[in-house]
T-cell receptor, first 115, second 113 residues
Framework: AQKITQTQPGMFVQEKEAVTLDCTYD???????LFWYKQPSSGEMIFLIY??????QNATEGRYSLNFQKARKSANLVISASQLGDSAMYFC????????????FGQGTELSVKP | DAGVIQSPRHEVTEMGQEVTLRCKPI?????LFWYRQTMMRGLELLIY????????DSGMPEDRFSAKMPNASFSTLKIQPSEPRDSAVYFC???????????FGPGTRLLVL
């Protein structure tokens, strides 16, 4: 079974609008962390935001927020006020604490921001 | 502050040759990870070290792959002999502890002809 599922291979959003990228996960470990990374066309992996399984509040980092719904096992990334520079691949990843430091990645969503 | 440094950034080699990829983690980080990214398999962990000791190498594809971390500021990933199916982007990442956020290097794009 897929541990991390990103169901949107590609998405478009108009500049200055908000967009939600979906991520669902599967784990039986009560302690885990969820991450989002951005990979622009240049290829580097840029850390965006982190949510711990015991965190009471949804994580936010500037224009990025994580809509964490634990019962539904979803950790969607919300980007507000999209910019042209947000066009990139976005990866959701999970670390199960009982499995050590290993990150398990989803297949990614390619976001295109239109002017 | 310097991030994770990887070299070379690009490598083109012929099948059967030895390839060595290098990584310098962020200073002070004690966990280091090697990942491989391909179109078919996405991003997958090859091996990770904690305090220079290999903790999980279950992702290493086969005996042709080996990784070392002789000290806290340097790691290598070696492929010998290389094969065309090894063509991929290889990322090194480091973190302050195995359970903290991992910061990635720019990657090495490897092409084996």
């Amino acid at each position: 079974a897929q541990k991390i599922t990103q169901t949107q291979p590609g998405m478009f959003v108009q500049e200055k609008e908000a967009v939600t990228l979906d991520c669902t996960y599967d784990t039986s470990d009560p302690s885990y962390g969820l991450f989002w990374y951005k990979q622009p066309s240049s290829g580097e992996m840029i850390f965006l935001i982190y949510q711990g399984s015991y965190d009471q509040q949804n994580a936010t980092e500037g224009r990025y927020s994580l809509n964490f719904q634990k019962a539904r096992k979803s950790a969607n990334l919300v980007i507000s006020a999209s910019q042209l520079g947000d066009s990139a691949m976005y990866f959701c990843a999970m670390r199960e604490f009982n499995q050590g430091g290993k990150l398990i990645f989803g297949q990614g969503t390619e976001l295109s921001v239109k002017p | 502050d310097a991030g994770v440094i990887q070299s070379p950034r690009h490598e083109v080699t012929e099948m059967g040759q030895e390839v060595t990829l290098r990584c310098k983690p962020i200073s002070g980080h004690n966990s280091l990870f090697w990942y491989r990214q391909t179109m078919m398999r996405g991003l997958e962990l090859l091996i990770y070290f904690n305090n220079n000791v290999p903790i999980d190498d279950s992702g290493m594809p086969e005996d042709r792959f080996s990784a070392k971390m002789p000290n806290a500021s340097f790691s290598t990933l070696k492929i010998q002999p290389s094969e065309p199916r090894d063509s991929a982007v290889y990322f090194c990442a480091s973190s302050l502890g195995g359970r903290e956020t991992q910061y990635f290097g720019p990657g090495t794009r490897l092409l084996v002809l």
